[in-house]
């Protein structure tokens, strides 16, 4: 039987995957304490860091959120002094974000944090399985997104 016959451990692989996932946002969030951030605070400034000048609507795009719940966020780390809005040239209604100084000091330490729970997590697990891994998760993750492009879904859309 293929692999596209039957699931490969229905019972276990979505547990896993999600076990794995909640464990590392566990383990992240008790490191992360002492910077008195939270994940959509770190994740929102990584994203602003490698991607300066970005209205609020598309950083609420890629961090799948809703645009309000960014806005609070952008609240927050603007107002703890890690970013700032300034006005969009191009549109007077709207404004772009920036990482402040005061940010990169904090990014660097979350970055090494991050770094440390990934090796953590890694040890013990060869290089070639990781990329294999890695590898497959996102063939499946391809597979998914591709599910929103059926010809079926874009009908109910129009």
């Known amino acids: 039987m293929s692999a596209t016959d039957k699931p490969a451990d229905k019972t276990t692989f979505g547990f896993l995957v999600t076990d794995v996932t909640r464990l590392m946002r566990k383990h992240f969030d008790r490191r992360a304490a002492r910077f008195n951030l939270t994940r959509a605070q770190w994740r929102a400034l990584k994203r602003l860091h490698h991607g300066e000048g970005m209205r609020q609507n598309e950083l609420a795009d890629f961090l799948e959120m809703e645009p309000i719940a960014v806005g609070r966020v952008i609240d927050r780390l603007q107002k703890a002094g890690f970013v700032e809005?300034?006005?969009?040239?191009?549109?007077r209604r709207a404004w772009r974000l920036y990482v402040s100084a005061n940010a990169h000091g904090v990014l660097d330490d979350m970055e090494k944090l991050a770094n440390e729970l990934y090796r953590q997590a890694q040890r013990g697990i060869p290089a070639s399985e990781l990329k294999t891994m890695i590898s497959v998760l996102a063939r499946m993750k391809d597979n998914l997104s591709a599910l929103d492009d059926t010809p079926e879904r874009q009908e109910k859309q129009s």
């Open 85 to 91: 809005r300034r006005a969009d040239p191009a549109d």
